[in-house]
């Protein structure tokens, strides 16, 4: 059976300041979907949240990009956003950047995430979460996942994953993208992905020789650029990730491994600092120092005929402790850094923030040295 995992999401106003979704939101969110659930236009939904993001999990078979599941979550976030709008939830609707939607929901704000294939026989999912961050903070774990063998044992033990993984790389300031077979371009898939704020993963696919057909997706990530379709500065591009585990693809372990180290990612603090981003469960994921560190949840299911069976929410496990405990290091070494790099974003990454506003005021008194 083909069957269609689309997460899309939205900031329609956080509770308090950009901390955390009311729950107001998240129970409208659910009587619409299970609307369109009952009217046979969605299999199944979870609503999730991960910080100030209402995040819609919805599997159907309407395949990626369908105008009909776009229009039910821009409607359905519409719909929260007249709710955070009674509730004066902080910058309601803050991730709506048009009034009107015109068949789909791309360069409108809300984030998403779709891949379709056929069900396999056991078919796990992980739907990753993150706030306070950007999308090119996926570059690092879904490489480990996909290419690397200190992380993923399978692919020097499985023979079915022997043929390696082709990653799809977007250059997002170019609009361009380019395929990298992995192994035998692991080191210029590095070399461009190492560069977080041009380069982003966007999929990854099996190769021949996979259990897995190599159309299909194994892995894919939200690219969506809020401050770019918005010009400048609005919120950060929280971004979400949807992948398949076991059976050819890394195994379930093989997919979190990569959340036990809290490795530094863009976007905590007004979307202008660097900082470790901690893994958390869902309850844990409000974000409140320094409005962050920048959290990430796991949500695990099996899909039984499209149907969401969990979640399991995975990083709220206790062998991620120790990687809550270096993050909470981390973060204080970093913070110590205040308003300098590299803690402070570098001034190309600055551009879409407020603080070319600020020097403009400078620019008239600069004299020749
Ligand atoms: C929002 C975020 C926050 C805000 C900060 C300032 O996702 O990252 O750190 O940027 O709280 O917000 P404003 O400008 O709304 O006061
Ligand atoms: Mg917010
Ligand atoms: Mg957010």
């Given at each position: 059976m083909k069957i269609t995992v689309s997460i899309i999401k939205a900031d329609?106003?956080?509770?308090?300041g950009h901390c955390s979704v009311h729950p107001k939101l998240k129970e409208k969110a659910g009587t619409e979907l299970e609307e369109a659930k009952k009217n046979g236009i969605l299999v199944d939904y979870c609503i999730a949240t991960c910080g100030d993001d209402l995040e819609l999990i919805m599997t159907h078979t309407k395949g990626v990009d369908s105008e009909e599941i776009h229009k039910l979550a821009w409607d359905t976030f519409k719909k929260c956003t007249e709710i955070a709008k009674e509730l004066k939830?902080?910058?309601?609707?803050?991730?709506?950047?048009?009034d009107a939607f015109s068949g789909?929901?791309?360069?409108?704000?809300p984030g998403i995430a779709e891949m379709e294939f056929e069900e396999r026989k056991g078919e796990p999912i992980v739907c990753f979460l993150m706030d306070k961050t950007d999308p090119a903070a996926f570059n690092l774990p879904i490489f480990k996942m996909f290419g690397d063998p200190f992380n993923t044992a399978g692919l020097s033990i499985d023979p079915s994953m022997h043929s390696g993984f082709r990653f799809e790389v977007y250059d997002i300031y170019n609009d361009k993208k380019v395929m990298l077979n992995t192994p035998e371009e692991l080191y210029d898939l590095l070399a461009l992905i190492g560069t977080k704020s041009k380069y982003v993963i966007k999929r990854v696919y099996p190769r021949k020789?996979?259990?897995?057909?190599?159309?299909?997706?194994?892995a894919v990530v939200c690219t969506e650029k809020l401050f770019r379709i918005a010009g400048e500065y609005v919120g950060k591009d929280d971004p979400v990730a949807i992948v398949r585990a076991q059976s050819g693809l890394p195994a379930l372990g093989e997919v979190l491994e990569p959340f036990s180290f809290p490795y530094l990612v863009a976007g905590w603090m007004r979307g202008s600092h660097n900082g470790p981003i901690m893994p958390v469960s869902m309850e844990d994921a409000t974000p409140s120092r320094f409005d962050g560190p920048p959290r990430v949840v796991a949500l695990g299911f099996q899909l039984a005929n499209g149907k969401l069976v969990g979640p399991v929410?995975?990083?709220?496990?206790?062998?991620f402790d120790e990687a809550r405990r270096l993050c909470g290091k981390v973060a204080d070494y970093m913070r110590r850094h205040g308003p300098f790099e590299p803690h402070r974003l570098s001034a190309e990454e600055m551009e879409y923030t407020t603080l070319p506003k600020v020097l403009e005021k400078l620019k008239g008194r600069f004299e020749k040295i």
């Open positions: 329609v106003g956080g509770y308090p939830l902080y910058s309601a609707g803050q991730d709506l950047l048009s789909n929901i791309r360069g409108l704000g020789g996979n259990k897995v057909p190599e159309n299909e997706p194994a929410d995975l990083l709220k496990d206790k062998s």
